[in-house]
């Protein structure tokens, strides 16, 4: 599997709802298009609020996983 | 922007429940990361969210502390409507946040008849 460029990282991880993803909406927001944002939450609601906020806003998803706890997205910026 | 999204949230639960407190709080951190325009109306109690300091003293449990998640919806644009009568009421006209702008029934009206969608807490 081809390993995807990150080009910035967020540590989330504590951060209660909607917290994750504010900080996630400031962060793509200095990313140019096509950027790739790794997130870490540990926030449950992260696994539905993620998908949920690129869908509205029009960014993609490229996958996640959840590692020990901590729940590991990659989000592209729209370009 | 036409096309924008508006959401309206009326907040009426002061710091005494600060569950309900923080849940408008919540939708409208939510809101404006979303690229949706958010108008937070204060009435009630809820006019007391505004008052400068108090925020800072409500956290509901299992909750972001309400203090960063207003200014989160005033970092990114939200705009926080006061009802009058209720803050003068409470003496509190000269006490509220930057940003906070007084206002009354007809500016309320406003908001919500161009709303998308109106939420009441």
Excluded at chain 1, 25 to 54: C, N, Q
Excluded at chain 2, 104 to 111: L, N
Aim: charged share 20%.
């Amino acid at each position: 599997m081809a390993t995807t460029h990150i080009d910035s990282e967020l540590d989330a991880r504590g951060q209660l709802c909607p917290m994750p993803i504010v900080k996630t909406a400031k962060a793509i927001k200095e990313l140019g298009a096509g950027g790739v944002l790794k997130l870490l939450a540990t926030d449950r609601g992260a696994v539905t609020d993620v998908p949920a906020w690129t869908e509205t806003t029009g960014n993609e998803l490229l996958e996640w996983h959840e590692e020990d706890g901590v729940f590991v997205f990659l989000i592209r910026k729209a370009g | 922007m036409p096309d924008q999204e508006k959401l309206v949230i009326m907040v009426t639960h002061g710091p005494e429940e600060p569950e309900l407190a923080t849940i408008p709080f919540v939708m409208a951190g939510a809101a404006v990361a979303s690229d949706v325009d958010v108008v937070m109306g204060f009435q009630g109690d809820g006019c007391r969210l505004v008052q400068k300091g108090v925020a800072e003293t409500v956290t509901a449990p299992e909750f972001a502390p309400l203090a960063g998640l207003l200014d989160a919806v005033r970092e990114f644009g939200g705009t926080l409507l006061v009802c009058a009568p209720c803050v003068k009421s409470r003496g509190i006209e000269e006490e509220l946040v930057d940003g906070a702008e007084i206002c009354a029934a007809a500016r309320f009206v406003a908001e919500i008849t161009s709303a998308t969608s109106t939420l009441v807490y």
